[in-house]
């Protein structure tokens, strides 16, 4: 989004940052009650930090927690600072940047996953390649007239990109995407 | 339904639940002002005595007022609004808790549950508006939660890093009834616990740095403060121990004595000559309770290039903030204070000091260049003279002091000597106008027996004023130092030093008389403009026992230095001796102005 700006946390900086920017996964246990979305949301927006992808849905019922997987762009300085600010959210119960902790693990990025739903319309020999592409993909059809396919298709966001950037030709209408689901390899939790 | 009835069977109403639960956190004094979505809390109120009602004429007087009485005790100061424009006329006060770390409970009527998102009469979304702004809020919907939300909030404002909470609770709510859980009996919800003992390995760590330091400084902030009296306590005794210079933020004035040998003064944009090179030049600076804010660092790049840095705080956002810290220690200052002060008496070899010789020659050096001189006068009052002579009257007396935000507080900072904690309250963080009169209301309330001055701008006064019926309300005779000079000064001096001279609308031609203002609110009114009067005019302002606007006709173009111009460094001060017109209109950069 606003990627150019690099978030400074000082005006005072008047010297450009010098490390590079990466892409870190976040895990984001929160208490499931009103307003904590809007809490972590808002502490993106106000400080200037981005998302790139964002996922939220309760995760254990019973302790009330819900599980928010931010994708977010910074400097390692940033997404040091992005933790701690999460970390002084009172409902939030902890905060696991899955990027570092996979480095930890010995593994370069943690499990990332998205799911998509692609309408595509057209006949003909468009209909055709749509359907034989989806195939290739492994994508599903989960409806379909004689004019339209809606297919489902999961995996990395980089396989869904791909798939969606093939499908425009075909007669794309439109798509929906979840956002990134994460874990880490291996038997521990985070 | 009256009070006695609910209470046989256990059940109360939600606005007896509130008035409880306060009474059950300690709460003796509530700042605040009625409303339609409040008026059960009212009711209660008007039917006990346990609490006192301090009524203000705005919301931001309230939240001020609460502020000054939390700073000044130590406890946590409550306000009590209605919704709307209640609560929207809260948010500077709450925000100005937040960046200054006061623990304040803010306590807000909303409209019915049943009316909320109808945009009803009043209406306001509180919650979302105050979520920034807070460091924790909560809509209670359940007369049921009400009490263990409250006692929630003054744990969560209390505890920590101190912030300001809202508690935001629908008409209906208040008069619902519901069942009242103590303090004691309430489960503290959720994952928050602030981490309070330091890393003892960390800590020794640092001892080690501080004992091989040659140029040591120890840069302390309102972390020591809000930390209670035994952090401040120990600050000192650490500083006897090691010898170490020390120099203070705005905040953390009066945690060292300002007649310690080892003070250096207030240090950052308009700190002391020696305080900013001993920053400067240091090889170990041990930050305690402070959060490197723009104010204190000057340009990033340049700050203390050479030092090893040491940062104690309680907030793990603080550390690596925006300086790259060697040794964070991460926990409550007066715990930390406590394990370095022991560790450092273990560690033996430590009652030489010699090896601090040469860096203190240094420091006697920069103190020899009398960075706060100013050239006095004997026809006007000079504004620094003014604070000088205040202090002189003042110090041996029981005093409070607050302030407005400009030129004034500077010079009451560089010139008004703090010897004990909480007796300094200014708005640091947010830098808020009108801050200073109603806090001096909130401190006055807590301390009746003592002297509470404000010291003010007249720019800064007038945005809240009308607190002065407050106080004539209440008694309370605080003393608003009123330094006069027509202008926004603060404005006026960056005007100066960024726009050409230009003093685009920071003089005030209608100004009004501040003698028949504080006649017209029955309160006492004084001015003094000649040097010779002034002491015999404060004198008069202690004595009067009522609020007193005082007055003070100083010097109109007087500017605040020394001063490190936005973008330089801690080494790049403008003093007053240098700082002709010449030096003022060049002293920024294209690349500065556009800093705050």
């Given at each position: 989004?606003?990627a150019?700006?690099?978030?400074?946390?000082?005006?005072?900086?008047?010297?450009?940052?010098?490390?590079?920017?990466?892409?870190?996964?976040?895990?984001?246990?929160?208490?499931?009650?009103?307003?904590?979305?809007?809490?972590?949301i808002?502490l993106f927006s106000?400080?200037?930090y981005?998302i790139e992808?964002?996922?939220?849905s309760?995760?254990?019922?019973?302790?009330?927690?819900?599980?928010i997987?931010?994708?977010?762009?910074?400097?390692?300085h940033?997404?040091e600072?992005?933790?701690?600010?999460?970390?002084?959210?009172?409902?939030?119960?902890?905060?696991?940047?899955?990027t570092?902790?996979?480095?930890?693990?010995?593994s370069?990025?943690?499990v990332?996953?998205?799911?998509?739903?692609?309408?595509?319309?057209?006949s003909?020999?468009?209909?055709?390649?749509?359907?034989?592409?989806?195939?290739?993909?492994?994508a599903?059809?989960?409806?379909?007239?004689v004019?339209?396919?809606?297919?489902?298709?999961t995996?990395?966001?980089?396989?869904?990109?791909?798939?969606?950037?093939?499908?425009?030709?075909m007669g794309?209408i439109?798509?929906c995407?979840?956002?990134?689901?994460?874990?880490?390899?291996g038997p521990q939790g985070? | 339904?009256?009070?006695?009835?609910?209470?046989?069977?256990?059940?109360?109403?939600?606005?007896?639940?509130?008035?409880?639960?306060?009474?059950d956190?300690?709460?003796?004094?509530?700042?605040?002002?009625?409303?339609?979505?409040?008026?059960?809390?009212?009711?209660e109120?008007?039917?006990?005595?346990?609490?006192q009602?301090?009524?203000?004429?705005?919301?931001q007087?309230?939240?001020?007022?609460?502020?000054?009485?939390a700073?000044?005790?130590?406890?946590?100061?409550?306000?009590?609004?209605?919704?709307?424009?209640?609560?929207?006329?809260?948010?500077?006060?709450l925000?100005?808790?937040?960046?200054?770390?006061i623990?304040?409970?803010c306590l807000?009527?909303?409209?019915?549950?049943?009316?909320?998102?109808?945009?009803?009469?009043?209406?306001?979304?509180t919650?979302?508006?105050?979520?920034?702004?807070?460091?924790h809020?909560?809509?209670?919907?359940?007369?049921?939660?009400?009490?263990?939300?409250?006692?929630?909030?003054?744990?969560?404002?209390?505890?920590?890093?101190?912030?300001?909470?809202v508690?935001?609770?629908?008409?209906?709510?208040?008069?619902?009834?519901?069942?009242?859980?103590?303090?004691?009996?309430?489960?503290?919800?959720?994952?928050?616990?602030?981490?309070?003992?330091?890393?003892?390995e960390r800590?020794?760590?640092?001892?080690e740095l501080?004992?091989?330091?040659?140029?040591?400084?120890?840069?302390?902030?309102?972390?020591?403060?809000?930390?209670?009296p035994e952090?401040?306590?120990?600050?000192?005794?650490?500083?006897?121990?090691?010898?170490?210079p020390?120099?203070?933020t705005?905040?953390?004035?009066?945690?060292?004595?300002?007649?310690?040998?080892?003070?250096?003064?207030?240090?950052?944009?308009h700190?002391?000559?020696?305080?900013?090179?001993?920053?400067?030049?240091?090889?170990v600076?041990?930050c305690?309770?402070?959060?490197f804010?723009?104010?204190?660092?000057?340009r990033?790049?340049a700050?203390?290039?050479?030092?090893?840095?040491?940062?104690?705080?309680?907030?793990?956002?603080?550390?690596?903030k925006?300086?790259?810290?060697?040794?964070p220690?991460?926990?409550?200052?007066?715990?930390?204070?406590?394990?370095?002060?022991?560790l450092?008496?273990?560690?033996?070899?430590?009652?030489?000091k010699?090896?601090?010789?040469?860096?203190?020659?240094?420091?006697?050096?920069?103190?020899?260049?009398?960075?706060?001189a100013?050239?006095?006068?004997?026809?006007v009052?000079?504004p620094?003279?003014?604070?000088?002579r205040?202090?002189?009257?003042?110090?041996?007396l029981?005093?409070?002091?607050t302030?407005?935000?400009?030129?004034?507080?500077?010079?009451?900072?560089?010139?008004?000597?703090?010897?004990?904690?909480?007796?300094?309250m200014?708005?640091?963080?947010?830098?808020?106008?009108?801050?200073?009169?109603?806090?001096?209301?909130?401190?006055?309330?807590a301390?009746?027996?003592?002297?509470?001055?404000?010291?003010a701008g007249?720019?800064?006064?007038?945005m809240?004023?009308?607190?002065?019926?407050?106080?004539?309300?209440?008694?309370?005779?605080?003393?608003?130092?009123?330094?006069?000079?027509q202008?926004?000064?603060?404005?006026?001096?960056?005007?100066?030093?960024?726009?050409?001279?230009?003093l685009?609308?920071?003089y005030?031609?209608?100004?009004?008389?501040?003698v028949?203002?504080?006649?017209?609110?029955?309160?006492?009114?004084?001015?003094?403009?000649k040097?010779?009067?002034?002491?015999?005019?404060?004198?008069?302002?202690?004595?009067?026992?009522?609020?007193v606007?005082?007055?003070?006709?100083?010097?109109?173009?007087?500017n605040?230095f020394?001063?490190?111009?936005?973008?330089?460094?801690?080494?790049e001060?403008l003093?007053?001796?240098?700082?002709?017109?010449?030096?003022?209109?060049?002293?920024?950069?294209?690349?500065?102005?556009?800093?705050?």
């Open positions: 989004m606003n150019h700006l690099q978030p400074t946390g000082s005006a005072y900086f008047i010297d450009k940052e010098t490390q590079a920017v990466e892409s870190h996964t976040l895990s984001v246990l929160v208490t499931n009650e009103p307003g904590v979305l809007a809490r972590v808002g106000g400080r200037g981005n992808s964002l996922t939220v309760e995760t254990e019922h019973e302790a009330h927690l819900s599980r997987t931010i994708v977010t762009r910074g400097t390692p940033v997404l600072q992005i933790k701690a600010q999460l970390e002084r959210i009172v409902p939030v119960h902890r905060v696991v940047d899955l570092v902790r996979a480095v930890d693990l010995g370069d990025r943690p990332e996953r998205e799911l998509a739903l692609i309408k595509v319309a057209g003909g020999e468009a209909r055709v390649e749509a359907l034989r592409l989806a195939e290739a993909f492994r599903k059809v989960i409806d379909a007239t004019g339209h396919f809606i297919f489902e298709i995996g990395k966001p980089s396989k869904i990109d791909q798939f969606i950037a093939i499908m425009k030709p794309l439109e798509v995407r979840t956002g990134i689901a994460a874990l880490n390899r985070m | 339904m009256t009070g006695k009835d609910t209470q046989n069977d256990g059940k109360m109403t939600g606005a007896e639940i509130v008035l409880r639960a306060l009474k956190n300690g709460v003796e004094h509530v700042f605040g002002y009625p409303g339609g979505a409040v008026l059960p809390i009212y009711d109120i008007f039917q006990q005595d346990d609490i009602h301090i009524l203000v004429r705005h919301e007087g309230a939240g001020h007022a609460a502020e000054g009485y700073r000044s005790t130590g406890k946590p100061g409550v306000m009590l609004v209605t919704s709307g424009p209640g609560a929207t006329n809260a948010v500077t006060p925000q100005d808790a937040l960046m200054d770390s623990p304040l409970v807000s009527g909303q409209v019915p549950t049943t009316l909320i998102g109808s945009d009803a009469f009043q209406e306001c979304d919650v979302g508006i105050t979520r920034p702004c807070t460091k809020n909560w809509l209670v919907k359940d007369v049921n939660d009400l009490a263990a939300t409250i006692h929630e909030a003054f744990r969560i404002a209390t505890t920590g890093r101190p912030g300001p909470v508690v935001d609770i629908p008409k209906d709510v208040q008069f619902a009834t519901g069942t009242y859980t103590p303090p004691a009996a309430t489960q503290p919800k959720g994952n928050y616990k602030p981490k309070m003992q330091g890393d003892l800590i020794r760590a640092a001892v501080m004992a091989g330091a040659r140029r040591p400084v120890i840069y302390s902030g309102g972390g020591v403060v809000n930390s209670g952090a401040s306590q120990l600050l000192r005794e650490l500083v006897e121990l090691t010898g170490f020390i120099t203070s705005l905040m953390g004035l009066g945690s060292y004595p300002a007649s310690g040998k080892n003070w250096l003064g207030m240090l950052g944009m700190g002391t000559y020696e305080a900013n090179m001993a920053m400067h030049d240091c090889d600076m041990v305690i309770g402070a959060r804010d723009d104010r204190i660092t000057g990033l790049n700050f203390s290039p050479n030092s090893k840095k040491i940062h104690i705080d309680i907030d793990p956002s603080s550390i690596n925006t300086v790259r810290v060697d040794v220690i991460l926990g409550d200052v007066g715990r930390v204070l406590e394990d370095m002060v022991r450092w008496r273990a560690t033996a070899n430590k009652a030489d010699s090896h601090l010789n040469d860096w203190w020659e240094n420091i006697t050096r920069w103190r020899a260049r009398n960075s706060l100013y050239r006095p006068n004997d026809d009052i000079m620094q003279y003014a604070i000088q205040l202090y002189e009257k003042t110090k041996h029981d005093t409070y002091i302030t407005e935000v400009g030129q004034h507080q500077m010079w009451a900072a560089q010139f008004y000597g703090f010897e004990k904690p909480n007796r300094w200014t708005s640091g963080g947010l830098g808020t106008m009108g801050y200073g009169l109603p806090a001096a209301l909130g401190a006055q309330i301390h009746p027996e003592s002297l509470v001055i404000d010291i007249d720019a800064s006064v007038q809240t004023m009308q607190e002065m019926s407050s106080a004539v309300q209440y008694n309370a005779p605080i003393k608003i130092f009123i330094l006069n000079n202008y926004m000064g603060m404005v006026r001096q960056w005007q100066q030093l960024l726009h050409g001279n230009r685009s609308n920071s005030t031609e209608a100004m009004p008389d501040f028949l203002m504080a006649q017209a609110f029955g309160a006492h009114g004084i001015r003094c403009e040097p010779g009067d002034l002491d015999d005019a404060i004198q008069e302002m202690i004595d009067v026992k009522k609020p606007l005082f007055d003070c006709r100083v010097a109109n173009l007087a605040c020394p001063m490190i111009p936005s973008g330089k460094a801690h080494n001060m003093l007053p001796d240098e700082a002709t017109d010449e030096a003022v209109a060049n002293a920024i950069d294209a690349k500065g102005r556009q800093l705050v």
